[in-house]
C-alpha cells in the first residue's frame, strides 16, 4: 500500500508540476474533466488516493500527516461529486480569470503535498545497529 501511495504522490506532484511550468495546459486538460463522467472519475480517485494514505500512513515515515492529507482527500473527493459540473464550471473559470501567480499557486501546493506524501509514505527509518 506504501508503494501504491508513493506512486500516487508522484503522480500528484507531477500534475501541480505542469501547473506551475504551464498553467495553460492544465487549464486545457482541466476542461476535459468538466463533465459528468469527468467529476466522477476526479471524485474518485480522490476518494481512493485518501484512502489509500490512511491505510498506508501505519509504518510510514510520517503517518500524521498521510492521515490527515487522506482525510482531506476524502473530504474534497466527496465534495467534487457533490458540487457538480456547474460548481466546477465556475471553480474553473475563476482560476482561469486569475493573474499569472495565482494561477501557479494552487498548482504549487499541489507539486508540495504530492511531494511530500511521497517522502512520508517511505518505509519508516530504522537506523543500522552496530555489533
Request: no cysteine; charged share 15%.
Amino acid at each position: 500500500m506504501k508503494l501504491l501511495a508513493r506512486i500516487l504522490g508522484v503522480f500528484v506532484a507531477a500534475v501541480g508540476l505542469l501547473g506551475v511550468v504551464a498553467p495553460d495546459r492544465l487549464q486545457a486538460v482541466s476542461r476535459y474533466s468538466d463533465t459528468s463522467l469527468g467529476l466522477t472519475v476526479v471524485g474518485t480517485f480522490r476518494i481512493v488516493f485518501g484512502i489509500v494514505l490512511v491505510l498506508a500512513a501505519r509504518g510510514s515515515r510520517g503517518p500524521a500527516w498521510l492521515r490527515f492529507v487522506g482525510f482531506i482527500a476524502v473530504v474534497a473527493g466527496v465534495l467534487t461529486l457533490l458540487i457538480g459540473v456547474g460548481g466546477s464550471r465556475a471553480v474553473l473559470d475563476w482560476w482561469s480569470s486569475q493573474g499569472p501567480v495565482l494561477k501557479r499557486l494552487w498548482p504549487g501546493l499541489a507539486l508540495v503535498i504530492g511531494l511530500s506524501v511521497a517522502n512520508a509514505a517511505a518505509p519508516a527509518y530504522r537506523p543500522v545497529r552496530a555489533r
